[in-house]
Every structure is written in C-alpha cells, then in structure tokens.
C-alpha cells in the first residue's frame, strides 16, 4: 500500500511564501512521475504542477514563475515551494503518484493512483 502524506500548510498573508512536503511510503516506484494539485472551497480540483524521476516540470499556467515543484528520490519526498501567494491561492493542496509518464501539455487531475489527505493553504489579504 502506498501512502502519501503532506505537511507545511499554514495561514499566510498576501504576498508570503511556503514550502509543502509530501513523504511517499509503501511499495511505489520513484521512477513515477509526482504532482501537486489543488481544491478550493465549491470549485474542482485543478493540477498545479508535475515533476518526472528526471526532474522536467510542467506547471499550470496561472502558477508558473510563483510556484516551484522538486522532489528528492533518496528521501521519497516532494516538495512545492510557493512565493508571492495571493488570496487565490488558498485551497487544500495535494500531493499525487502512481502514473508512469506526467500528463501534458499541463498537469492533468485525472490518472494518478494514489493522493495524500491533502494539507490547508490559506492566504488572507
């Protein structure tokens, strides 16, 4: 069973940064492409960004040059580094794996076998 847990959601005012985490366990394969994604309140979930084994990024427009995907196979961790939040921002972020190849042109909801519980992001004015 693989499990994906992710942490560093806080409370933040407009214009801050945070850094998310996501610890993978159990039996998956690094070589699988990761994602984060996120859900704000009465919306759909939306893709935020993807990153191979390899280290190529795909990010969803509206979060490109803002947000930062990376992730470290030798501690089975991936990492969302956002800057300049905004209101927008707030949601609950997830962390996603278990696809082979990552999903273009832009980080697609769809075809991931496994998801975290998801970590709350909320941006004030």
């Known amino acids: 069973q693989v499990q994906l847990v992710e942490s560093g959601g806080d409370s933040v005012q407009s214009g801050g940064s945070l850094r998310l985490s996501c610890v993978v366990s159990?039996?998956?394969?690094?070589?699988?492409?990761m994602g984060w994604f996120r859900q704000a309140p009465g919306k759909e979930r939306e893709g935020v960004a993807t990153?191979?084994?390899?280290?190529?990024?795909n990010y969803a427009d509206s979060m490109e040059g803002r947000f930062t995907i990376s992730r470290d196979n030798a501690k089975n961790t991936l990492y969302l580094n956002m800057n300049s939040l905004k209101p927008e921002d707030t949601a609950m972020y997830y962390c996603?794996?278990?696809?082979?190849?990552?999903?273009?042109?832009?980080?697609?909801?769809?075809?991931?076998?496994?998801w975290g519980q998801g970590t709350q992001v909320t941006v004030s004015s």
């Open positions: 159990g039996y998956y394969s690094n070589r699988d492409c």
């Open positions: 996603a794996t278990g696809r082979r190849f990552c999903p273009t042109p832009r980080p697609l909801v769809s075809g991931w076998n496994y």
């Open positions: 990153i191979t084994s390899g280290g190529y990024t």
